[in-house]
């Protein structure tokens, strides 16, 4: 079935670093991609999304593109602060359906100052 | 607007007591629910999930059920929890998975002891 894959962490940077998470897909047809992120002790939260191939999603200085040719969605940000500390999920939506989602098994980030 | 009630926040029971989480969405309608548990330190387990009142997909066969008595209305219960039933329990709804992802809510924090 469809699926995704990220990098597992923990990932630990200094503040004003650059971020990127790794992340790729295995699907049969034209799913929709996602970040999420969850604060500490919080629900998720959408962070981005990219519908099509070659789209870029973006959000609070974080950016991801839609890589058909490479199945990717690399989540990256050029320079993270301590409040970007949090884990980080991407998501696909499953093409045979609208109602489901794949998660990645989640990324652990810490910035410290 | 839409907006997804969750509660309790926190609850700590007993071995072999009874659950009942409730999640409740606002501002839609004929949503899709999803009930997801988050053991700690790890990804997104998805539990149940429904298209429609009455409908229940059971995605892991475990000491859980899920009830969804209204359109809106999503009931995770337990006749009587084990201590692994301890976990981060997220509810989360959709309408157009490939468009907009889910929302979830803020996540009842369960311990069993």
């Known amino acids: 079935g469809d699926s995704v894959t990220q990098m597992e962490g923990p990932v630990t940077l200094s503040e004003e670093a650059f971020l990127t998470i790794n992340c790729t897909y295995t699907?049969?047809?034209?799913?929709?991609l996602f970040w999420y992120v969850q604060y500490p002790g919080e629900g998720l939260q959408l962070l981005l999304k990219?519908?099509?191939?070659?789209d870029k999603g973006s959000n609070k200085g974080f950016e991801a593109t839609y890589r058909k040719e490479t199945t990717s969605f690399h989540l990256e940000k050029g320079s993270v602060q301590v409040s970007d500390s949090a884990v980080y999920f991407c998501?696909?939506?499953?093409?045979?359906?609208?109602?489901?989602?794949?998660f990645g098994a989640g990324t652990t980030v810490t910035v410290r100052a | 607007s839409q907006t997804i009630h969750q509660w309790p926040a926190t609850l700590v029971q007993p071995v072999g007591s009874p659950l009942s989480l409730e999640c409740t969405v606002e501002?839609?309608?004929?949503?899709?629910l999803y009930w997801y548990r988050q053991a700690a330190g790890r990804g997104l387990q998805l539990l149940f999930y429904?298209?429609?009142?009455?409908?229940i997909s059971s995605e892991v066969p475990q000491n859980l059920s899920a009830s969804r008595p209204q359109d809106r209305q999503f009931i995770l219960s337990s006749k009587k929890l084990l201590l692994s039933d301890s976990g981060f329990y997220l509810c989360?709804?959709?309408?157009?998975?490939?468009?907009?992802?889910?929302?979830f809510g803020s996540g009842t924090r369960l311990t069993v002891v």
């Open positions: 989360a709804w959709s309408v157009r998975v490939l468009a907009y992802g889910y929302t």
């Open positions: 699907a049969t047809g034209y799913p929709s």
């Open positions: 990219a519908t099509k191939a070659d």
């Open positions: 998501a696909l939506s499953e093409g045979s359906n609208d109602y489901k989602l794949s």
């Open positions: 501002g839609t309608s004929n949503p899709n």
């Open positions: 429904s298209v429609g009142i009455g409908q």
